[in-house]
């Protein structure tokens, strides 16, 4: 069984190459690439069972390496690692087929789990093995996949085609099965803003199971499909037609909006589809999203497909034209940009049939129009507008024509002061290295550094690299280091201790960056300095 690690990190490679005992895992061979182009020669070449690859890499990413594994198709157990913590990575990652996601430094037990697993499920691949619960949990990664595929188009739309596709996956469901979709998006602003950045993926997985369990009365996620963007996340819950009566969803999805908000702060909007045979999904799908983008900014509320009349909707919603407000953003014209706003605002406000959607449209233009200026200017906007008063005023701003003017105005008094301020401040890469001498012992990360000082991680890395020399984690490790040596030579601290105090939560990997950057093993260079200095004073007290 052959094992390739993937990585532009060399300091990762060199870990887990160190701690790595092929032995143990029945590992006969073990290959290394340091970009993703590189990975797919050697996968091309040697057909490696088992690939562990990251994410972020010039020249092919990670995605990259695994859609071409998929495109081979030999049954190779494929797992990520990566800096990027977020659950997105996480679902794009286990979409396209990678069996598991770990996130970088990676630690030596959960590695290990993970290529236990991996071989496993080779060895049950190639019938060594018969375990059940890995048969379950390959049957759901599978029908899941295939129904993502299925709704977002990749079979097509002819029936007979899907036929076939379903024939060759031997699934309980036929392409004349019906089926009825439930919609739940929720805006995450809020509940992400409440809790810590590390109690983030949690509410994520909360809402994920609450909406499982109440909605489609199962605990595996086999027939609810999920798409996660920078403020939604969306669960589709496929449901058979005699599971599936509209008024037991509504009663449903009204005891999923109430725990939701009382448990998590959020408040998912929930469209109940219409019954439909399987193989007609792919051409209902883009309806329904077009019905619940519609719907999505009015929190809190259920609706039934046959009652949201797109035609109706879309004739009372005037429209806010971005590209002036874009425009009056950057040239700091106030009066044009409220001008705008208000127009359009009085205009629903005389229109009494629709005017909740049209706020929420107008709402959604508004955040839309400074999402673009800020994206434009290297700058991440959920940092940015985490201000606790413009939250307030964002969550009030549909109540009424009053309550969005309040939010529009001090938007645009926000973003243009904070731009300004930007501006006119200390070099970005100067506040960062600030930022990083301050905090460099703790868990942070270019994600961490990027939100102190307000863009997005992709810019400041660029930034970064291009002013210093070196990219983000270099320069933390190379400061934690120094200060390593600092206390190595100063205290009798153990090595575990130190390496802990100064932000390593890996001893092993503490050990490999230490001894790139130093030549040797940390107590192999405080005994050498002990040492150096003892002889030092040896040899004064000869002289003397």
Known sequence: MKLIICDDDISTIDFIRANLDPDQFGITEVLF????????????????????????????????????????????????????????????????????????????EELWGTLRRMVSAVQHQEGSIDSEETRMREEDLLINSFLQRLRDGIYGKDKEKIVTAIARRNLVWTADSVVRCVLVSADLTQAMNSVREQEQEQVIHQFQLLTQEMIARREDFRYSLVDLDARYITITALLPADEAAEQELIRRSDHLISVCRSQLSLRPVCLIGRLLPLYELPQENPELQRRLYKHRLQQGKVYLFRETDMETMDEVAPALDKEKIVDCIKRKDKAGYLGEVSAVANRI???????????????????????????????????????????????????????????????FDYVTSHIQELSTAENLVGRAIR???????????????????????????KRFSAEVGMNMREYINNLRVQEAKRLLLSTNLPVTKIANDVGFDNISYFSTVFRRLCGMAPIDWRNRKERSDSDEMDGTNTQG
């Open 33 to 108: 690439a340091y970009n993703g182009q590189a990975a797919k020669e050697q996968i091309k070449l040697n057909r490696p069972e088992l690939i562990l690859c990251d994410i972020g890499m010039p020249i092919c990413d990670g995605i990259q390496v695994l859609k071409y594994v998929s495109e081979l198709n030999y049954g190779a157990q494929f797992t990520f690692l990566s800096c990027h913590e977020s659950f997105e990575y996480a679902r794009e990652a286990l979409r396209y087929g990678a069996r598991e996601y770990l996130t970088k430094p990676v630690r030596l």
């Open 349 to 411: 406000s005389v229109v009494r049939k629709g005017s909740d959607y049209a706020m929420a449209m107008l709402h959604r233009a508004l955040t839309d129009s400074f999402g673009a200026y800020l994206e434009d200017n290297g700058i991440s906007e959920k940092t940015l507008l985490q201000e606790e008063t413009l939250r307030l005023l964002d969550a009030k701003a549909e109540h009424s024509v009053y309550d969005m003017m309040r939010f529009a105005m001090y938007q």
């Open 435 to 461: 930022y990083i001498g301050i905090h460099y012992r703790e868990n942070i990360d270019r994600n961490s550094v990027a939100a102190a000082v307000y863009v997005t991680p992709n810019y400041l890395s």
